[in-house]
Nanobody, 122 residues
């Protein structure tokens, strides 16, 4: 089993920045990819970004490309999502997930955190 925990969410204004953290533990040897997803009320869970030891090493959704940056501190088993120029449409619960392949599909991830709320006011 792999355990993941997100932190860093909050309430900000449009144009502000936030940095989310995802710490993972347990059978970390099976973690090749960590992805960030988000889910707004009434909407499906959508891919945001991933970082992987397999190709592609990083990937972003079109909606966040150029504004969000994913990075990792391997020794600390932590993945970060730096979110700049936040918009009201970025409001959602943000989840991190761990899996083997580098994929934008939620079903390809075996382990999930509980999520952290990000709210961007206009």
């Amino acid at each position: 089993q792999v355990q993941l925990e997100e932190s860093g969410g909050g309430l900000v204004q449009a144009g502000d920045s936030l940095r989310l953290s995802c710490s993972y533990s347990g059978r970390t040897q099976v973690v090749y990819t960590v992805g960030w997803f988000r889910q707004a009320p009434g909407k499906d869970r959508e891919f945001v970004a991933l970082i992987s030891s397999r190709e592609p090493s990083t990937a972003y959704s079109d909606s966040v490309k150029g504004r969000f940056t994913i990075s990792k501190e391997a020794a600390e088993k932590t993945v970060y999502l730096q979110m700049n120029s936040l918009r009201p449409e970025d409001t959602a619960v943000y989840y991190c997930a761990a899996g083997g392949v580098a994929s934008a599909l939620p079903r390809r991830y075996n382990y999930w955190g509980r999520g952290t709320q990000v709210t961007v006011s206009s």
